[in-house]
């Protein structure tokens, strides 16, 4: 996996809004916007500190941001550290680019002292906006989870059309067996390294550790099969890095 191989994903979660995409042959799939910031804590401080300004974030954001936008924080579980050189890595998602454009007017007009308060407890080099597409949403994605991401590239017949054909089937295939958990594709937007040829993300999510777990289970038991003969010719992917997002609040739709 290369280096900035996590130091720009995020979205978790992929997707505030929740509808079955690929429903249908002429269902659109559900898209949407993430922010991510990639941070390590600063001396003195630890992930309590990042919690605690966290929350005090979230109370800024309900009374001076005017489009929704949920955030997470997102630590590392079993990830390599080269690839993934940070403490944690903040994801923001909001329904589209415009109210995550929006967001961003807000926190630089009035955000400044809530940066300092950011700035006391951490350092964050990187920021990066992505592209979210739902293949089947979690179930659940206003408590604690697990995202387990792996970085993909099209092979040289692989396309948009063909990932989304291969989704749908890969979707009826979980369905089928009762393979718990969530199916999203994230892709690299602005920030990202032009030297760096991921063209996506592949993103499982999954509410506990146990569900993984079981997942990962039911792959071993024949799932890699199935999955290598929908996505052979569509992409190929690295090993994948497992984080748990924790849910720190943010603007409802409401």
């Known amino acids: 996996m290369k280096n900035l191989l996590l130091i720009t994903c995020f979205t978790l979660l992929g997707s505030t809004a929740a509808s079955s995409a690929l429903a249908d042959d002429h269902a659109a799939p559900r898209t949407s916007a993430l922010d991510g910031y990639f941070c390590n804590i600063n001396d003195g401080k630890d992930m309590d500190d990042v919690m605690k300004v966290s929350a005090k974030w979230s109370d800024w954001a309900s009374?001076?941001?005017s489009s929704p936008y949920a955030a997470w924080v997102m630590t590392p579980v079993a990830a390599n550290v080269q690839a993934f050189p940070y403490d944690y890595f903040w994801l923001g998602v909001s329904e589209n680019h415009?109210?995550?454009?929006?967001v961003g007017d807000e926190w630089m007009t009035k955000?400044?002292?809530?940066?300092?308060?950011?700035d006391?407890?951490?350092?964050c080099e990187n920021h990066i906006i992505f592209s979210s597409m739902e293949v089947k949403p979690l179930a659940s994605r206003e408590k604690p989870g697990?995202?387990?991401?792996?970085s993909c590239q099209f092979t040289e017949d692989g396309n948009m059309a063909s990932l989304m054909a291969a989704d749908k089937k890969w979707s009826a295939w979980m369905d089928k067996n009762n393979m718990p958990g969530g199916i999203y594709r994230w892709f690299p937007g602005v920030g990202w390294s032009p030297n760096n040829q991921t063209d996506l993300f592949s993103v499982y999510t999954?509410?506990?550790?146990?569900?993984?777990?079981?997942?990962?289970d039911m792959m071993m038991a024949g799932g890699w099969q199935a999955a290598d003969e929908i996505y052979g010719d569509v992409m190929a992917c690295d090993?994948?890095?497992l984080y748990m997002a924790q849910p720190v609040g943010g603007k409802s739709a409401g």
């Open 63 to 65: 009374e001076n941001v």
């Open 98 to 102: 415009s109210d995550l454009g929006a």
């Open 111 to 118: 955000g400044r002292s809530m940066q300092k308060q950011f």
């Open 120 to 123: 006391k407890t951490v350092a």
């Open 146 to 150: 697990f995202v387990q991401l792996a």
């Open 206 to 216: 999954a509410e506990s550790m146990a569900e993984r777990g079981e997942a990962h």
């Open 239 to 241: 090993s994948p890095q």
